[in-house]
């Protein structure tokens, strides 16, 4: 299994960026997709996730409103879209094939790095 996420980067708060994870070696559209986030010093944390068939998703209280996750699946893509950013969502964002949108399956990509100057 390989998930190749892309697109993080430094932009100042109040900004945006996109990640989007291509996946390989999966059945990509039997499987829930998920963006976790791991800051300095912190635990890895759920973002975003989006079930198998894009129709239900689960943001973290601190993201909603301001990110929203999609996926399409004739491409095997995962994308973030992400606006507001704050200083706080500064972490290595990472892209996670599972099968539910609560929780991560053992299949992780290589983390892209988002910084958020204040």
């Known amino acids: 299994v390989q998930l190749q996420a892309s697109g993080g980067g430094l932009v100042q708060s109040g900004g945006s960026l996109r990640l989007s994870c291509v996946a390989s070696?999966?059945?990509?559209?039997?499987?829930?997709m998920g963006w976790y986030r791991q800051a300095p010093g912190k635990q890895r944390e759920l973002v975003a996730a989006?079930?198998?068939?894009?129709?239900?998703?689960n943001y973290a209280d601190s993201v909603k409103g301001r990110f929203t996750i999609s996926r399409d699946n004739a491409k095997n893509t995962v994308s973030l879209q992400m606006n507001s950013l704050k200083p706080e969502d500064t972490a290595v964002y990472y892209c996670n094939a599972g099968l539910s949108v609560t929780g991560p399956g053992r299949d992780w990509g290589q983390g892209t790095l988002v910084t958020v100057s204040s």
């Open positions: 070696g999966i059945i990509f559209s039997r499987y829930a």
């Open positions: 989006i079930s198998s068939g894009g129709g239900h998703t």
